[in-house]
C-alpha cells in the first residue's frame, strides 16, 4: 500500500521559516509533489522533486531523499497569504497521485 | 498554459436526483483525467482514473454504479453522482494531465450538497 504523514497543524509569525515534513511509504515511486491549498479552493501546485536533493522556486524550496523516503517543504518569508493546507503527494508509473493528508499552516502576524 | 475548468461550480441537489459534472481541458489535451472527493478538513481522495474512450479505473472502495465516469473526448470528462445522498455531499474536484509529465492541472472544483 501507500501512506504518507506529515503533521497536521504548524503556526508561524509573519516574516519566519516553516518547514513542513512529508514521509512516505510507496511502491513503484516516480516522485514528491507539494500543493496548496486555500480554503473553499482547488489544490495549486508548488513543486515536484523526482531526484534527490533541494528545489528552489522563490521563497518555497522542496527537499527530497529518496533513501530516506524522506521530503520537505520549506516556506521562506512567510506572508499572511501562505495561510493556507499544504499537501505532499506521492506519484509513481500509473501516473495517480496520492495524497498525504494535510499540514494546515498558520501565518500570525 | 494548463487550464481545467469544470462545471458548475457549485449544485445543491434533492435525495435520489442525480448530478453530473463537468471537467474540461481548455488549452491541451488531457490524455488522462482523474477525479477526487474531498469532505471538509480533509485529504484529496482519488476516486478513480480516466483515459480518453476507454473505462474508468476506479479505486477501491468507490462505487463504478454510482460514480458514472465519461472520457469522450481528450478534452472532457463528465461525473455523474447517480441517486445522490446527503453522505455525497462533498467537494468534488478534477485533474488532468497530459500524459508523460507528472504533474496534473486542478480544476476549481464542485462543490455538491445533497438535500
Known amino acids: 500500500g501507500q501512506s504518507l504523514e506529515q503533521p497536521s497543524e504548524v503556526t508561524a509569525v509573519e516574516g519566519a521559516i516553516v518547514q513542513i515534513n512529508c514521509t512516505y511509504q510507496t511502491s513503484g515511486f516516480y516522485g514528491l509533489s507539494w500543493y496548496q491549498q486555500h480554503d473553499g479552493g482547488a489544490p495549486t501546485f508548488l513543486s515536484y522533486?523526482?531526484?534527490?536533493g533541494l528545489e528552489e522556486t522563490g521563497r518555497f524550496s522542496s527537499f527530497l531523499s529518496r533513501s530516506d523516503s524522506y521530503g520537505y517543504l520549506l516556506l521562506q518569508e512567510l506572508q499572511m497569504k501562505d495561510s493556507a493546507s499544504y499537501f505532499c503527494?506521492?506519484?509513481?508509473?500509473?501516473?495517480?497521485?496520492?495524497f498525504g493528508q494535510g499540514t494546515t499552516l498558520q501565518v500570525k502576524p | 498554459g494548463a487550464v481545467v475548468s469544470q462545471h458548475p461550480s457549485r449544485v445543491i441537489c434533492k435525495s435520489g436526483t442525480s448530478v453530473k459534472i463537468e471537467c474540461r481541458s481548455l488549452?491541451?489535451?488531457?490524455?488522462?483525467m482523474f477525479w477526487y472527493r474531498q469532505f471538509p478538513k480533509q485529504s484529496l481522495m482519488l476516486m478513480a482514473t480516466?483515459?480518453?474512450?476507454?473505462?474508468?479505473?476506479?479505486e477501491q472502495g468507490v462505487e463504478k454504479d454510482k460514480f458514472l465516469i465519461n472520457h469522450a473526448s481528450l478534452t472532457l470528462s463528465t461525473l455523474t453522482v447517480t441517486s445522490a445522498h446527503p453522505e455525497d455531499s462533498s467537494f468534488y474536484i478534477c485533474s488532468a494531465s497530459k500524459g508523460a509529465e507528472n504533474e496534473q492541472f486542478f480544476g476549481p472544483g464542485t462543490r455538491l450538497t445533497v438535500l
Open positions: 480516466s483515459n480518453e474512450g476507454s473505462k474508468a479505473t476506479y
Open positions: 503527494a506521492v506519484s509513481g508509473n500509473t501516473g495517480k497521485l496520492i
Open positions: 522533486n523526482a531526484l534527490d
Open positions: 488549452d491541451f489535451q488531457a490524455t488522462t
